[in-house]
């Protein structure tokens, strides 16, 4: 955990010194142009990007590659909507050679409805990719039996969902991500998806959570920019106030102020 | 030969997936490649034979969350 008399607070994914606790997705944005701004506006070093089949008379790829490239930003490729671990490592092989890195955001999607990780597939696939030198940041769920198995598998990250991809839910289950942060005091957590409003954000962060990675909060938001903005506050925010120490809650009241010298005191009560 | 590029069946004459990307016009373009579901490396290309049913995938980076 970090020092917290120290002012410095530097993130710290696969050896890679950051700053900013903002992981910006950059799909769904109203325009291109709007893209560009969010992400200055969320001050994101870190963004997420994917494959998808490009035809040969289309120059999509390219355009949206050298829109990227301009914002001198990080990629994080994903795996997003890979249903089988031979296509989810199949992809990361293609990202790896396409943008240049070693890092993917391993998504095993095992159910339509809820979008939620194929924990079986994802551990299977982070082992081969871990084992052929990627550094695999899992989107996995709260479950505490899994995050150890990833970690063993070779992962120095941790994605556990807040709620399911797009839902807008926030933190559905606090209790288990209190218990993983808890459980694993030294490995980088990520809450990633189903954040709606910067307060799930700032929840997220108070909980001791490292980072943050989102994307259809700010870009169907009706301003995504300004939207950027609130979350890069909220993660600060959330961020100072772990930082600082939260009281305990407790379940009676207790006074602020001084019960002592408390004129009237003597009276009996009507 | 008629093999499936990106889930679309097309008749081509080229026999690598080198010649592939030149025959759709894909040469110059910054893409990564699939043969039948396995990953073929830039390099590799040119020794990637194609035989009739192949399926091919040809990606470029793209918007993601």
């Known amino acids: 955990m970090q020092d917290i008399a120290s002012d410095a607070d530097v993130l710290s994914l696969y050896g890679v010194p950051l700053s900013s606790r903002l992981i910006v997705g950059t799909a769904q944005y109203p325009s291109p142009a709007i893209l560009t701004e969010a992400i200055k506006a969320a001050r994101a070093e870190i963004v997420t990007v994917s494959l998808r089949r490009e035809s040969g008379a289309s120059r999509s790829g390219e355009k949206f590659w050298a829109l990227i490239r301009d ?96 839902t807008a839910r926030g933190l559905n289950n606090p209790y288990a991500l209190r218990a ?12 990633d998806a189903g954040i709606g409003v910067p307060s799930h954000a700032a929840a997220a962060m108070e909980l001791g959570y490292d980072a943050i990675l989102l994307n259809t909060a700010i870009a169907k938001a009706a301003d995504p920019a300004a939207m950027a903005r609130a979350f890069a506050l909220g993660v600060e ?31 009996a009560r009507a | 030969m008629r093999i499936e590029v990106n889930g679309k069946r097309r008749e081509v004459t080229a026999e690598t997936l080198a010649a592939l990307l030149r025959e759709l016009e894909y040469d110059d373009r910054h893409v990564a490649t699939a043969l039948n579901q396995s990953f073929v490396r ?15 995938e040809i990606v470029s980076p793209r918007q993601g969350g």
Not at chain 1, 72 to 82: S, W
Not at chain 1, 180 to 191: D, E, G, K, N
Not at chain 1, 241 to 263: C, N, Q
């Open chain 1, 71 to 166: 914002l001198g930003v990080r990629v994080l490729p994903n795996t997003a909507g890979c249903r089988t671990v031979k296509e989810a490592v199949t992809t990361a092989e293609m990202a790896r050679e396409v943008f240049n890195t070693s890092w993917i955001k391993l998504e095993v999607i095992g159910e339509e409805d809820t979008l939620q990780p194929d924990v079986f597939g994802l551990v299977e696939a982070a082992e081969i990719l871990s084992r052929d030198g990627f550094q695999v940041f899992p989107y996995t769920t709260e479950d505490l039996v899994v995050a150890e198995k990833l970690l063993r598998a070779g992962c120095e990250v941790l994605m556990p969902w807040g709620a399911p991809i797009g």
């Open chain 1, 180 to 191: 993983l942060r808890a459980h694993f005091s030294q490995t980088p957590l990520i809450v």
């Open chain 1, 237 to 267: 925010a959330g961020r100072a106030g772990f930082r600082a120490g939260p009281i305990e809650p407790r379940d009676m009241a207790a006074p602020s102020t001084p019960v002592i010298g408390r004129p009237f005191t003597d009276l």
């Open chain 2, 42 to 56: 830039k390099a590799d290309r040119d020794a990637a034979r194609l035989k009739e049913g192949d399926r091919i």
